[in-house]
Each structure stands twice: as C-alpha cells, then as structure tokens.
C-alpha cells in the first residue's frame, strides 16, 4: 500500500504556489505511505542545450565544492549547484549520455535521480512530513509535481527506493500496487543496454515506459502497449515535461480519485488528500475507470 499524489496547475499565476497546494496532499496520504517520500517538481524548461542533474548524497555534509572541481576538470565548463539538505540540483551544457556514467564511476557514493530540462527531484526515508520539511517542499514553484508516500513491501527502505523513479529525461513514474513480472521486464531491457539501479518492481514499469517512447512511441501509445507486457496490479501516475498521465490495471484494486477545476487537476490515492484544496466543493470529482488513460496537458 502506497500514495500517490499529483497536481497540475492550469492557471500560470498559480505556479508560485505549487508546493503549498501541494503539501497537504502529501501528508494526506501519511498512512499510506510512512517509510519514505518523494517528490517531482516540474518547472519552466531550460533553454538550449542546458541540463540538470537531480544528485543525492549519503552525507549531509559532502563536499559539493569539490564535486564541482571535479566536474570543470573533467568537462572543461563550470556547473551551478544549488545545494538543498543531502540533495543537489547540478545546471550545465553537458548531455546526459556523458553525465550519467561519469558521476557513477568517478562518485559511486553519489545517486543521480534524474535529469532533464524541467525536472527537479527529491526523495528519501522518513515520514512525508519531515522529508517534505527537510527539502522546503512548500516552496517549490512549477506547472506541476508528482509525489509518492512508500510502505515498502518488495524491496529494501532506501532513498533510491524511493519514488518517484525516473528514466531518461524529463519523464517519472509512481507506483501504487505491486509487478508480478518485473525481472521478466528487466530480461527483455538488459540486453538493449538499458541499466537498472535497483531491484525495485517499480522501476521495471517506469524504465519499459521510457524505452518504448525512445522507440518512437507517445506517452499513450506506450501505456497500451503496457497494458499487454506488464502483469500485476498497478496505478501508475506519470509525469513529462508538459503532461500528467494516470492508468489503473484492468482490475482497478488500487485506489485513485481526481478533482479538475479550471484551475487545477488533482490526483490522489484517497478524496482525503483532495479535501483541502480551494474551490474542490466544486471540482469534478471521479474515480478513474481500468485501463482507460486519462492525460492532462499544461
């Protein structure tokens, strides 16, 4: 059992308050959800060929500075770091393709969640109150989120457990339910040269989805084809650099509502994370049907 959360502002002028609205949804789903907690935040892209790196470090105390002499070293262009708790969030010109197997051979003791042109991440153990306290999640601006409150039932409480999971750029996955096929997933991948990070069932589901939009498929288009390679029970919601995709399995054990506005779209597990957002008394409130794809745009 797990939560999952996800909100997408319509109205731009709304985009400074995202956290906020936010947070309370997260808590919301505590119960849910108490070993860990994470968090996606979508924000204005970033121009050109400009990237950043969401890192996590064990150490609270790390030596970001000399990462980033590291990295000017090895690349021969500076980095902005913008340093928050043990996560870091690393803007530069270089692509992902050199990035990512730099920092896991030169800093094994370093996890990159993500990358991209929009996408902030930051996830880690604790209660969604106090991880959302650590990393100021109320402060957070953007056009949308998704976020996630794990009850671990199939691997280890870890930060990089934690959701949401991520491949390639811009793209992020949470996960309520359970994969009864993960490694068969991870067998057929493997051998296209795709890695995986952890042996959570999760990332199985989130790393297939990517590679078949890498393939040339759109967000939809590779949620249907999921529905005949993934086997188990699943809400899966998604967020891109301009969408919020949510999917349920075609037996829809596990729970999640919606309220639109013209505001905003909210997702939660349970009406009860819904329950405090303004003017949802009178949102359109449903409960989304099996193995139908509901997409919202920016």
């Known amino acids: 059992m797990c939560g999952i959360v996800g909100l997408l502002l ?40 400009q990237r950043k790196y969401s890192v996590y470090a064990p150490d609270w105390e790390y030596d970001w500075a000399g990462f980033e002499a590291a990295f000017v070293t090895k690349f021969g262009v500076g980095a902005a770091i913008a340093v928050k708790g043990n996560h870091a969030v690393i803007t530069c010109s270089e692509q992902a393709d050199k990035v990512r197997p730099w920092v896991k051979q030169a800093f094994a003791q370093l996890h990159l969640l993500a990358a991209g042109r929009a996408m902030d991440i930051y996830k880690d153990v604790g209660s969604p109150a106090d991880v959302a306290a650590r990393y100021q999640f109320e402060k957070f601006a953007g ?45 057929r991948l ?61 037996f829809a054990c596990k729970p999640a509502v919606v309220a639109e506005t013209d505001d905003y779209v909210a997702i939660s ?8 957002l303004p003017d949802v008394k009178n949102a359109t409130i449903f409960e ?10 920016v």
């Open 269 to 276: 597990s349970e009406f009860r994370s819904l329950a405090k």
């Open 288 to 297: 989304p049907v099996p193995e139908e794809i509901y997409v919202w745009r």
């Open 10 to 49: 319509k109205k731009p002028q709304l985009r400074e308050q995202l956290g906020q609205l936010a947070l309370p949804m997260l808590i919301g789903m505590t119960e849910r959800g108490p070993d860990s907690a994470g968090f996606a935040v979508f924000t204005e892209e970033l121009a050109g060929a």
């Open 143 to 187: 056009s949308h989120l998704v976020a996630h409150t794990r009850m671990a039932t199939e691997s280890a409480v870890t930060p990089d457990r934690a959701h949401p999971f991520t491949a390639g750029e811009d793209f992020c996955l949470v996960h309520n339910g359970s994969l009864s096929n993960p490694y068969q997933i991870r067998r």
């Open 190 to 250: 493997e051998p296209l040269g795709i890695g995986f990070d952890t042996d959570n069932d999760t990332e199985a589901a989130c790393r297939y989805f990517e590679w078949r939009m890498r393939e040339g498929d759109d967000l939809e288009t590779a949620i249907h084809k999921g529905f005949e390679e993934l086997d188990g029970f699943y809400t899966f919601l998604m967020g891109t650099g301009d969408e919020l995709a949510l999917v349920r399995d075609a």
